[in-house]
């Protein structure tokens, strides 16, 4: 089994800040981290591995400096890391992204065939959930969405199958592979790297491709000449003018306090009672 697991690097947003005049984030002094939601898919493609021997094979997009993002995981157990990176791609939105890092796949194919392809479910700088399902588009793989748990992998059928996470409850889907997984935070727990990992991590050449080595047949689909995404501002939530209200319930039984709460949430929006009540009825 050969599972591939895309990464981004992106500044930790706990510490991220708009600057006040010109309304761009300020990335100086920011660390960079692995992007949260893509290590729940590291974790469950090294579970895979676990289970069913093969290789992982990390790869990401972005500056040199995400070498270092990569070299994590290599050092939590992924077998290689690749990073595409070229000027050229600066600039880049969702759409020139995943037609990047779809061809880069395609390369890493012919080494070895991939089976599954892991992305996080989004990032949190960019929170689209775009490139995932831009990439399975252009591969044309079958695509799972917001998975939670995967139940059941069959290599010699080369079928999969997944619980999916919807509005209405949970989802339990089978498909083909390959496939592309974009998986769920909180789905399971990272395992910690050991001591030796780190330091073969360390010392890992990671391999770098610029846009020919990765296979870019089209130039004009890569950077910011294939990115029709525009931001025109960025800005910071304003801050709430209204306090919070404290509520006595020495006396009051926890039924009182709840009915309280519920009736000061419908005097300030007079309509959702009545929506409520319709939902239901239906």
């Given at each position: 089994?050969?599972?591939?697991?895309?990464?981004?690097?992106?500044?930790?947003?706990?510490?991220?800040?708009?600057?006040?005049?010109?309304?761009?984030?300020?990335?100086?002094?920011?660390?960079?981290?692995?992007?949260?939601?893509?290590?729940?898919?590291?974790?469950?493609?090294?579970?895979?591995?676990?289970?069913?021997?093969?290789?992982?094979?990390?790869?990401?997009?972005?500056?040199?400096?995400?070498?270092?993002?990569?070299?994590?995981?290599?050092?939590?157990?992924?077998?290689?890391a690749i990073?595409?990176?070229?000027r050229a791609?600066?600039?880049?939105?969702?759409?020139a992204t995943?037609?990047?890092?779809?061809?880069?796949?395609?390369?890493?194919?012919?080494?070895?065939?991939?089976?599954?392809?892991?992305?996080?479910?989004?990032?949190?700088?960019?929170?689209?959930?775009?490139?995932?399902?831009?990439?399975?588009?252009?591969?044309?793989?079958?695509?799972?969405?917001?998975?939670?748990?995967?139940?059941?992998?069959?290599?010699?059928?080369?079928?999969?199958?997944?619980?999916?996470?919807?509005?209405?409850?949970?989802?339990?889907?089978?498909?083909?592979?390959?496939?592309?997984?974009?998986?769920?935070?909180?789905?399971?727990?990272?395992?910690?790297?050991?001591?030796?990992?780190?330091?073969?991590?360390?010392?890992?050449?990671?391999?770098?491709?610029?846009?020919?080595?990765?296979?870019?047949?089209?130039?004009?689909?890569?950077?910011?000449?294939?990115?029709?995404?525009?931001?025109?501002?960025?800005?910071?939530?304003?801050?709430?003018?209204?306090?919070?209200?404290?509520?006595?319930?020495?006396?009051?039984?926890?039924?009182?306090?709840?009915?309280?709460?519920?009736?000061?949430?419908?005097?300030?929006?007079?309509?959702?009672?009545?929506?409520?009540?319709?939902?239901?009825?239906?």
């Amino acid at each position: 089994m050969h599972i591939v697991v895309c990464i981004k690097q992106v500044p930790d947003s706990a510490q991220i800040r708009v600057h006040p005049v010109t309304n761009t984030i300020m990335r100086q002094g920011v660390p960079a981290i692995v992007n949260p939601y893509d290590l729940f898919s590291l974790e469950e493609a090294l579970r895979l591995k676990d289970k069913f021997g093969g290789r992982v094979t990390a790869i990401c997009m972005g500056p040199p400096q995400a070498e270092e993002a990569l070299r994590k995981c290599i050092s939590y157990g992924a077998d290689d890391a690749i990073l595409v990176t070229d000027r050229a791609f600066a600039g880049a939105d969702t759409l020139a992204t995943s037609y990047a890092l779809a061809a880069a796949i395609r390369q890493i194919d012919k080494e070895q065939q991939v089976d599954i392809v892991f992305t996080g479910k989004q990032t949190i700088d960019g929170d689209t959930a775009q490139v995932g399902p831009g990439i399975a588009k252009r591969m044309e793989l079958q695509l799972l969405t917001y998975v939670s748990r995967i139940v059941e992998v069959d290599l010699v059928a080369r079928t999969i199958v997944v619980e999916r996470r919807a509005e209405g409850g949970v989802q339990l889907l089978k498909t083909a592979l390959p496939c592309l997984i974009t998986m769920l935070e909180n789905t399971n727990e990272l395992r910690f790297a050991t001591m030796p990992a780190m330091i073969h991590a360390a010392g890992y050449p990671v391999r770098k491709w610029n846009k020919d080595e990765a296979g870019v047949e089209d130039i004009s689909k890569i950077g910011l000449k294939g990115s029709p995404t525009v931001v025109s501002k960025v800005f910071g939530p304003t801050p709430r003018s209204e306090k919070a209200e404290m509520l006595v319930v020495e006396n009051s039984t926890p039924r009182d306090v709840a009915l309280n709460v519920l009736q000061k949430v419908f005097t300030r929006q007079v309509t959702l009672e009545q929506d409520l009540l319709d939902k239901v009825a239906h």
